[in-house]
């Protein structure tokens, strides 16, 4: 990584199980790699909270792993004038059908996750990931 500053993971956390996927996907990226990666409590920052604010304005870069096509966690960001550099969509990027369970299978989950921890890699050397 070219700075020392974190790469902030902001996920849907949604009662479905694609917000499940997304969650999980966060938390294994961040597990694997904590001194790199660092998840954003969403909700606290909704309620702008001080220290998600200062957050994710000391980010070296910000990734939404969203879990379905309504991108709540873009949209809250949005709200509060942050642009990630990149979104991932469970339902459109890994063809996930949506269905109202919280609960997803664990391959699911690090499928995803070894997918993203890739673009994130293409994305902090500058390449512009889809």
């Given amino acids: 990584m070219a700075t ?62 969203e879990g379905c096509p309504s991108r709540c966690a873009s949209e809250i960001l949005k709200q509060g004038g942050i642009t990630p550099s990149l979104v991932v969509e469970v339902v459109q990027d890994y063809g996930v059908k949506k269905v109202m369970i919280p609960e997803c299978d664990p391959k699911d989950i690090e499928r995803i996750a070894a997918d993203i921890r890739v673009k994130l890699k293409r994305s902090e050397h500058g390449e512009i990931v889809h």
């Fill in 4 to 65: 020392d500053k974190k790469i902030i993971i902001v996920s849907c956390s949604g009662a479905s199980n694609t917000g499940s996927l997304s969650d999980g996907a966060a938390r294994s990226i961040c597990r694997q790699d904590p001194e790199r990666y660092d998840m954003l409590c969403l909700p606290a920052y909704s309620l702008r909270k001080a220290p998600s604010i200062k957050k994710l304005n000391e980010a070296g870069s910000i990734a939404v792993i």
